[in-house]
């Protein structure tokens, strides 16, 4: 059931692991990032770690993760488990302690991505209502023991990512168009039909606000990733589900009222992608987004002014990324244990190695949290 205006304003370890990194990049300011993890033994964990590369601490997940939200109020986050996953593990950041394991309603499963709202007292995650083969948010309580409230539709099939809008009640979620079941596993089960949008819905009272649709013919693009400029510009990463031997633009970006705008790399670029993104991320200073695509082992970078392709680099595997502390500055993960610095160099694009821990492979996303104070 969807939650109301009334009922919203009424709302008043496990081990710790440390791996030996080698570091080779310093910062002046120490700074904190999360991402979920597998170690050489096969087990899964989610991991903090500092812009050195030294890993502060982890928590082990019973399978694999996805996404990690920060808590905006608190020093907590939540955990995400991937799709089919029907878990989502919140920690406190500070004494590294599971705070609450939620299990996902009878009927649903979790897609991996959640966001806070913005006073951190709601946590709106995407769910598959598989039987009825329908998107749905599902909204917990943080100051209630992460209780869940009830739920709204995605207004689509799939949705992956969602985040917030400036004004801290809009929504904007990914619905990837894709129908998933878990007695199939990851198996895709409409690609002749898929449909994927871009839906604005008022967190509220779970309104449908518009929704944007890619042209028939790109129906096979799915809508996976987003990230929200100041402006309320949404960068768009996205994946295909056609023939291998297409190539159509996977980035776009939206705002206000306008169509989707396609953007495409020059040709071998745009090849190299191999029809799959990853993450994205939007610089600090708002005006630069980064997308990886780790089969192509490559990340692109794009103007958020007019969607031009500004350049890119290539690590292999790469797929978490998220803001570094500099304006055009992004910090990157890989699936051997890498974690780089990539940075503006004469035009082009300098990529640093900050460390490495062969033993872990980073999953798909990394996210960071600034604000918590660590355990010495």
Avoid at 111 to 137: F, Q, S, W
Avoid at 138 to 166: C, Q, T, V
Wanted: aromatic share 8%; glycine share 10%; proline share 5%.
């Amino acid at each position: 059931m969807a939650i109301n205006r009334r009922q919203f304003l009424t709302l008043t370890t496990s081990s710790l692991l440390q791996l030996p990194f080698r570091a080779s990049a310093k910062a002046s300011k120490p700074r904190h990032w999360l991402s979920c993890q597998r170690n050489a033994a096969g087990r899964y964990a989610v991991s903090m770690f500092t812009d050195q590369g030294r890993i502060a601490w982890s928590h082990d997940l019973s399978s694999r993760g996805h996404a990690i939200a920060i808590n905006p109020r608190r020093t907590e986050a939540a955990v995400l488990a991937r799709r089919p996953g029907t878990f989502i593990v919140v920690v406190d950041l500070r004494t590294q302690a599971p705070i609450r394991q939620i299990e996902s309603l009878a009927g649903r499963h979790f897609y991996g991505h959640g966001v806070y709202d913005p006073e951190g007292r709601l946590l709106y995650a995407t769910e598959n209502d598989y039987e009825a083969g329908i998107g749905v948010i599902g909204i917990y309580d943080a100051a209630d023991g992460y209780r869940r409230l009830g739920e709204f539709p995605s207004y689509g099939i799939g949705p992956h990512e969602l985040k917030f809008l400036n004004d801290g009640i809009t929504l904007v979620v990914a619905n990837g168009g894709i129908r998933t079941h878990p007695d199939t596993g990851r198996a895709k089960l409409n690609l002749a039909d898929m449909q994927a949008n871009l839906t604005y819905v008022n967190a509220t009272s779970g309104m449908f606000l518009d929704a944007y649709h890619l042209p028939k013919t790109l129906q096979q693009l799915s809508i996976r990733h987003i990230a929200v400029a100041a402006g309320d510009k949404v960068c768009i990463a996205m994946q295909y589900q056609g023939k291998t031997g297409q190539h159509p633009p996977l980035v776009a970006t939206h705002q206000g009222q306008e169509t989707l705008h396609l953007l495409s790399a020059p040709e071998p670029i745009q090849t190299a992608m191999r029809n799959y993104c990853g993450s994205v991320a939007i610089d600090t200073s708002g005006q630069l987004c980064a997308v990886t695509s780790p089969r192509g082992g490559l990340i692109t970078l794009w103007s958020m002014t007019d969607g031009q392709f500004l350049g890119s680099s290539t690590l292999v595997d790469c797929c978490g990324i998220s803001a570094g502390e500099a304006a055009s500055e992004f910090l990157v993960t890989n699936g051997d244990g890498t974690v780089a610095r990539l940075t503006p160099n004469n035009g082009g694009w300098t990529l640093a190695q900050v460390a490495k821990a062969p033993s872990i492979r980073w999953d798909n996303h990394l996210t960071t949290s600034d604000t918590v104070a660590l355990k010495s």
